[in-house]
């Protein structure tokens, strides 16, 4: 078995033509209800329900949502502008360990996008020995955590390093190091759940979208135990409708889920008030820096749902977000890398300047 795949790009997408409906949704089931269900869909492909419409555009877009052109900016000048409002954390290195010194830096590093490029088969998203090692090396000078949407034995498979926290299935499966216990206070192990009760709901939920979208070609389902991702980047875009409208229909009969979106995904999660940025206030708790002044908590993410953890460093007023992206974005954070190669690059620059200021002490 060889470890590569299929790198992906996101180039902007192509907008298809918009037809306006004026049609409810009941009246459109209504008005077709002796047609066949594969023919409501295949109609809803051309004509679309408008939340199926609304869906479909969000899909469109980039995660977090690629800032839209402007007539008066060219597409250099957006660039220019957005880097100097979020500037690669790379060039301000110095800011960031300056404005560090003396105070505990706290990692939280998203996996996919972040640690691993996007490929086409989620199964495949494999990192680097160069990073794993970077990131084994800020583990050892940092308290570091894994905050995924993944679930946890998949991303642990991914990253294989025991020392670190795990908040997989977006925060709410958090682990604490397996083997080494230094960061845990008073030798309590860190262990939260908040979703446990919506397994039975979301194992049943996985069965039946595998089920409604196994006719469709390369839509894919995978069961982050307490979230699921309908991956639509396989899909071919004229499909994306009905992908969506079945994803709607069986969320339909399940109104304590809810529907966010990420890179080409379509994200089923319970809808509690529980999300990466909630994860990161725990875990800080959990070190025993809830209201520390003396923390610096630095989230690096590349994703929509990594927005939540920026909201919070931002509100704050603490650590830094640094947005993976080569694109300008919709972004909380404050600084940005362009690809997960440069991510590698800040966590050496990290160790270094940590073992040098270690020499001088
Ligand atoms: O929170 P993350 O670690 O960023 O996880 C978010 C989702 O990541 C994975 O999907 C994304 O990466 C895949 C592999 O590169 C790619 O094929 C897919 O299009 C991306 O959306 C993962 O498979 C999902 O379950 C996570 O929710």
């Known amino acids: 078995m060889t470890n590569q795949n299929v790198m992906v790009s996101e180039s902007k997408p192509t907008i298809g033509v918009k037809i306006t409906v004026t049609l409810s949704n009941s009246s459109l089931f209504s008005k077709h209800i002796t047609i066949s269900r594969k023919k409501v869909l295949k109609k809803l492909d051309n004509e679309g329900g408008p939340k199926v419409h609304a869906w479909v555009d969000s899909m469109r877009d980039s995660s977090p949502t690629r800032v839209k052109s ?14 100097a409002h979020h500037p690669s954390a790379l060039d301000k290195f110095e800011e960031i360990v ?57 991303v642990f498979s991914f990253v294989k390093l025991a020392g670190l926290y795990y908040a997989a299935s977006h925060g709410m499966d958090i682990e604490g190091p ?18 446990s009760e919506f397994l039975p709901m979301i194992d049943e939920v996985y069965k039946t979208l595998l089920e409604k979208t196994k006719s469709i070609p390369g839509a894919k389902v995978e069961n982050n135990k307490f979230c699921l991702s309908v991956h ?31 890179r080409k995904v379509l994200e089923i999660r319970p809808t509690i008030k529980w999300d990466k940025g909630r994860a990161l206030e725990f875990l800080l708790e959990a070190l025993g820096y809830a209201n520390s002044k003396d923390v610096v908590p ?25 947005l993976v992206s080569k694109v300008p974005k919709d972004t909380n954070a404050s600084y940005s890398l362009q690809e997960p190669s440069e991510v590698n690059e800040f966590l050496r620059r990290l160790v270094d300047w940590k073992r040098s200021s270690l020499r001088q002490q």
């Open 298 to 322: 630095v989230y690096i993410g590349d994703d929509r749902t990594d927005e939540d953890a920026f909201k919070v460093l931002r509100n704050r007023e603490q650590g830094f977000g640094i």
């Open 70 to 83: 402007t007539d008066s900016l060219s597409e250099t000048e957006e660039q220019s502008s957005w880097i």
């Open 178 to 195: 397996s083997k080494s216990r230094k960061y845990k206070k008073g030798n309590q192990g860190v262990l939260f759940q908040p979703a």
């Open 98 to 154: 300056n404005a560090s010194k003396g105070k505990k830096i706290v990692m939280f590093l998203d996996y996919d996008g972040t640690l691993a490029p996007i490929v086409e088969d989620p199964d495949r998203a494999f990192m680097t020995n160069e990073m794993r090692e970077a990131v084994r090396d800020v583990a050892g000078y940092f308290p570091t955590a894994i905050v995924t949407g993944r679930c946890r034995d998949k």
């Open 232 to 262: 639509f980047r396989c899909v071919d875009e004229k499909s994306w409708g009905t992908l969506a409208e079945e994803v709607r229909l069986v969320l339909n009969e399940y109104p304590k889920l809810k529907l966010t979106q990420g």
